[in-house]
């Protein structure tokens, strides 16, 4: 019986292609596809000879499998990455190299990310000088899961921005950390709401301190105009 009695189910496919081109042109062949037929991935080597064609198969659907779940899972942090505000971040522990960054970083600074990917800390470049030390000094906190900052950067237009930004040690398998995982939340409007709040507090403050300064004083003004009358009367009637 030939190949193709045996398999009938490969004709007409790339197998049967590959092979005839090992066949024609006397050279190996070596490829991997799917055989719905049997719902397997196949890797296939076949070597050409005088006698005919030998092929030699293996089963490669599990890491198929992996690769597609791999992908998947990336393509969906994928649009996570692309449609959240929150930029984050993927370094190493000591933030000397960065491994990605994601795209609502330009949003938040106004700078590319590639800016980063050259020097990660290039970012202290944007920070208020007010918050510059208090951020350099928490940057080690990234290894133990201690980074957990809020600060102003200054964007290109001028804007001033409030950002918090924290991060998490992932470990490997012996328990050592080999990488950092971060996120940047722009809480402009927070701190705006507790400025805000605070004047307000304080104007409540003022005038509850005015008023009771009032009272003090129209207690005072009145005491003294009662003795004052007493007094008054006292004379009269002397």
Known sequence: A????????????????????????????????????????????AYPSPDGLSVYFRDVTERHRTEEALRRSEEMLRQIAENIREAFWVSDPAYTRMEYVSPAYEALWGRSPEELYRDPRSF??????????????????????????????????????????????????????????????????????????????????QARDEAERRAVEGAALRAAEGGAARSLSAEAAG
């Open 2 to 45: 030939s190949f193709w009695d045996v398999v009938p189910q490969f004709r007409g496919t790339r197998f049967e292609a590959e092979y005839r081109r090992a066949a024609e042109t006397g050279r190996a062949v070596h490829f991997e596809e799917f055989a719905p037929a049997f719902g397997v991935w196949f890797g296939v080597d």
């Open 124 to 205: 202290l470049d944007t920070v208020h000088p007010d918050d510059r030390a208090r951020v350099e000094a928490a940057l080690p906190g990234m290894a133990t899961g201690e980074y957990d900052v809020q600060y102003r950067i200054l964007r290109p237009d001028g804007e001033t921005r409030w950002l918090w930004a924290r991060s998490s040690p992932v470990r490997d398998g012996g328990g050592a950390v080999y990488r950092s995982v971060g996120i940047v939340e722009d809480v402009t409007r927070l701190k705006e709401a507790e400025a805000e709040q605070a004047r307000l507090l304080e104007r409540e403050r």
